[in-house]
């Protein structure tokens, strides 16, 4: 009450030079900032604030070091705290959440304490701050210094580079450092966003799900805008390959910058462990702008000796774990761009509908590029709900690398709709176990399912070159009475590597239209065991070529060609090189059901039988 020479609050601390409280000694007693029912606000003139002892929200507060900046400083004493009540009158509730707004222009935020460990704030908002935003600016703490932070806690949102404009985004970079015990941002069901390149110099976890319930509405965005590549920081000679794990509940996970490819920045493993929403990679064709949205066309991963997967998004196979709302790959509006996910030899696992608005490779093969670490082992694993379909009219390609690890598809792909068939689909530079339809039919809380279809409007390539498969299961389901379709439309379809039919299976290049159809040399096909299923193809105006034997070890059951204009050939050579993938006779073809070659048109490009010498 004015004039009554007593206590109220303060709404404003204005400077032309520096603000340090605490300049030689923490302030052991704390430092309590009320501006009542207002706000109190810090400001100097392109100068330092220095804050040196824990500090007490009692109000929103906001520290503006001008345009032309100065640094805002929380020293490794500073933890930020809301608070209930006045120092003068003290209560024992913990309900306020206060917020805190910082403007550094081209200086620098630095945070070296933990936030709202004891009573949340409510929103947390860096406006500007171009020289950078620090969150633990040493491993260990120093008194009255620097020091690691590993708990960002809000009940409002955190918003790092608020804005859409070029002076919004954090271009000194955003640093994350919870030093080994790793740093984590919790939200009640508030936004979090980050608007500047992002470096990992610890493991981080962000979490807008408090309560990491499947059944609750809890949750909300998580956002890298167009500026914000993630980086883990660079170790020396190699990344220190520190990991990202993001729950964003029922919202979404959206990435517009690319993830892992500074030097030696690849992230050890990113991990979604929920968004029911969807997670985007690349939520924009192009450059929306400063703070918007982009493509991404790089994720680069080594493992962090934890975690299974270096790349899983939507963590377990609990039914709830799915990423209902989608997983969206878009690398660019131009059609030679890819995106290419990469690991070192580590797994990638997907479990959500898949849309690729742009071209898609994932190797797990490092980064050298096709033909490079073929004795990588990571495995590609498709859940049953990880559809795949190419954005509707795009027709976007497909590779896939595992080195001698194995791929596993359980959903269908090319289904969504008559336009969203992906283009080309090709395995290389892998000598596993390729499986399409892990497991006879779907279950509840399992990730593996059949597969019935394969549409495509491009070549399929299994086994490309003369890198062979070992193993390719087709399964649509248990046995002769389920099939597996395969059709392109008028592309041909080349299959490398031992064939297993765990169901029947139809392979169609279009009934009347051109496409090859070819098994190799290293492409023997047989039946699942005790099954004898049934093998149709289809080649319209093309040829259907065999160059190994049928059912050799397991007889298939039927063996029908429907059409092939341009021919049929058991054995495209005398001779064969093993591994070469190219052509060599077949001296069996054993079923247990008819075989009929030509059921509706004739072969008029005639049919070759070519045992060689046997």
């Known amino acids: 009450t004015a004039g009554t020479g007593t206590t109220g609050p303060v709404n404003t601390v204005s400077t032309d030079d520096a603000i340090n409280i605490g300049s030689t000694n923490v302030i052991t007693g704390d430092i309590v900032l009320n501006g009542g029912a207002g706000s109190i606000l810090f400001q100097t003139t392109d100068d330092n604030v220095r804050l040196n002892g824990a500090v007490t929200l009692q109000s929103t507060a906001s520290i503006d070091t001008g345009d032309n900046g100065g640094n805002i400083t929380f020293t490794s004493d500073s933890t930020i705290d809301s608070g209930d009540g006045t120092s003068a009158a003290p209560l024992g509730t913990t309900v306020e959440r206060n917020d805190l707004f910082l403007d550094a222009g081209d200086g620098t935020v630095v945070f070296n304490a933990n936030i709202g460990d004891t009573q949340r704030l409510n929103d ?99 956002t890298f805008t167009v500026g914000s ?181 359980n959903g269908d792909i090319g289904t969504a709709a008559g336009t969203s068939r992906p283009g080309t689909f090709t395995v290389e530079d892998s000598t596993g176990t390729l499986t399409f339809g892990g497991a006879d039919a779907a279950a509840a809380n399992s990730d593996t399912a059949p597969v019935s279809t394969i549409n495509l409007d491009g070549t399929l390539n299994l086994g490309a070159e003369a890198t062979e498969l070992t193993s390719i299961v087709f399964n649509g389901g248990p046995g002769v009475g389920e099939t597996l379709s395969v059709d392109t439309t008028g592309d041909d379809i080349r299959i490398n590597g031992a064939v297993t039919l765990n169901s029947s299976v139809a392979i169609t290049t279009g009934a009347a239209a051109a496409g090859d159809v070819t098994f190799t040399n290293d492409s023997p096909i047989d039946a699942q065991v005790g099954e004898s299923n049934n093998l149709t193809l289809t080649a319209g105006t093309g040829r259907v070529l065999f ?64 045992g060689a010498a046997t």
Request: hydrophobic content about 40%; overall charge negative; glycine content about 16%.
């Open 124 to 222: 947390l908002t860096v406006d500007r701050a171009s020289g950078g935003v620090i969150f633990g600016a040493a491993d260990i703490a120093t008194t009255g210094a620097a020091g690691p932070v590993t708990s960002v806690a809000t009940d409002g949102a955190i918003d790092i580079g608020s804005g859409t404009t070029a002076d919004d985004v954090v271009t000194g970079g955003i640093v994350l450092n919870g030093a080994a015990t790793g740093i984590m941002f919790q939200t009640s069901s508030d936004t979090i966003r980050l608007n500047g390149p992002v470096t990992l110099n610890s493991d981080v976890t962000i979490d807008t799900d408090e309560n990491d319930a499947d059944t609750n509405a809890e949750g909300a965005n998580v």
């Open 229 to 409: 590549t993630i980086d883990s920081q660079d170790g020396g000679a190699t990344t220190e390959a520190n990991s990202l794990t993001i729950d964003a509940g029922v919202a979404s996970v959206l990435f517009n910058g690319n993830i892992g490819t500074a030097a030696d920045g690849e992230l050890g493993a990113l991990q979604i462990a929920e968004a029911d929403s969807g997670v985007a990679f690349g939520e924009s064709d192009a450059n929306a702008g400063a703070g918007t949205t982009g493509p991404v066309t790089t994720i680069e991963l080594v493992g962090d000796g934890v975690a299974v997967n270096a790349l899983d998004i939507g963590i377990g196979n609990l039914d709830g774990d799915e990423i209902t709302g989608g997983i969206t790959f878009n690398a660019d509006l131009n059609a030679a761009d890819t995106l290419t996910v990469a690991t070192a030899g580590q797994n990638v696992r997907l479990n959500g509908p898949v849309t690729i608005n742009g071209d898609l490779t994932i190797t797990t093969n490092g980064f050298g590029g096709a033909g490079t670490s073929l004795a990588s082992d990571g495995d590609i694993f498709f859940s049953d709900v990880a559809t795949i379909d190419s954005q509707a009219t795009e027709a976007n390609d497909l590779i896939f690398r595992a080195g001698t690890g194995d791929i596993t598809f």
């Open 547 to 610: 160059n190994e034997d049928i059912g050799s070890v397991e007889n298939i059951g039927a063996l029908t060609i429907t059409r092939a204009d341009g021919g049929v050939i058991f054995g495209q050579a005398d001779t064969e090189t093993a591994g070469t993938g190219t052509t060599g006779p077949v001296n069996t073809v054993s079923t247990d059901d008819a075989i009929d070659i030509g059921s509706t048109n004739v072969i008029t490009g005639g049919i070759v039988l070519n």
